[in-house]
């Protein structure tokens, strides 16, 4: 079976700042891949990075980037000069050789002027 | 290119009642899920196919639900009788399983279902 861990229920970052979204998992599985999903107010489920496992460097896409760390199983989400269509809830999902996305129970992100 | 297309928009209805959900994955895609969200459960998935064939339907709540994918551009989430506890947003996504593995699933905007 497949969790992944989401412990911060909410965080707030000033406009500009960066900030960091936690996230944990576990697997049996060998070949798997991670994404961050941002979930607007408006419910989109929106793709923000994704992270192959058998690939050491880390995934950046513009301000967001991960900090992978395969073997504590940890998958971090960093926003850097925050804005504030930045704000909504954010997902760290998992997904296996099943092909099914396992969710975690998601972050609260405000962002603050 | 269109993305995944989920329709009503929103659905109200009464207890006891049918209810459909329709998904139009994106073309060429040829994995289908259907999540449903709530506050108290987050993110579930519910059944998924692949080709057109359910694979994995542990996720369905009970007998009540039922899914189907007629062809590879169209798939229906039916739910029969409603209860006021099927109340969530459903959520229909669609991915490609490329050379290099599973790729990211695209959402659709979601059916926001309140049962009365």
């Known amino acids: 079976a497949q969790t992944v861990t989401q412990s911060q229920p909410e965080m707030s970052v000033q406009e500009a700042e960066t900030v960091t979204l936690s996230c944990t998992y576990d697997?049996?599985?060998?070949?798997?891949?991670l994404f961050w999903y941002k979930q607007p107010p408006s419910r989109q489920m929106i793709l923000v990075i994704r992270?192959?496992?058998?690939?050491?460097q880390n995934a950046t896409e513009n301000r967001f980037s991960v900090n992978f760390q395969k073997a504590a199983k940890s998958f971090s989400l960093k926003i850097s000069d925050s804005q504030l269509g930045d704000a909504a809830m954010y997902f760290c999902a998992l997904t296996g050789t099943a092909s099914k996305l396992t969710f975690g129970t998601g972050t609260r992100l405000q962002v603050t002027l | 290119d269109a993305g995944v297309i989920q329709s009503p928009r929103h659905e109200v209805t009464e207890m006891g009642q049918e209810v459909t959900l329709r998904c139009k994955p994106i073309s060429g895609h040829d994995y289908l899920f259907w999540y449903r969200q709530t506050m108290m459960r987050g993110l579930e998935l519910l059944i998924y196919?692949?080709?057109?064939?359910?694979?994995?339907d542990s996720g369905m709540p009970e007998d009540r639900f039922s899914a189907k994918m007629p062809n590879a551009s169209f798939s229906t989430l039916k739910i029969q009788p409603s209860e006021p506890r099927d109340s969530a947003v459903y959520f229909c996504?669609?991915?490609?399983?490329?050379?290099?593995?599973?790729?990211?699933?695209?959402f659709g905007d979601g059916t926001r279902l309140s049962i009365l």
């Open positions: 992270q192959e496992a058998y690939k050491q």
């Open positions: 697997t049996s599985e060998s070949d798997y891949y």
């Open positions: 196919f692949n080709n057109n064939v359910p694979i994995d």
């Open positions: 996504a669609s991915s490609l399983r490329g050379a290099k593995g599973n790729q990211p699933q695209h």
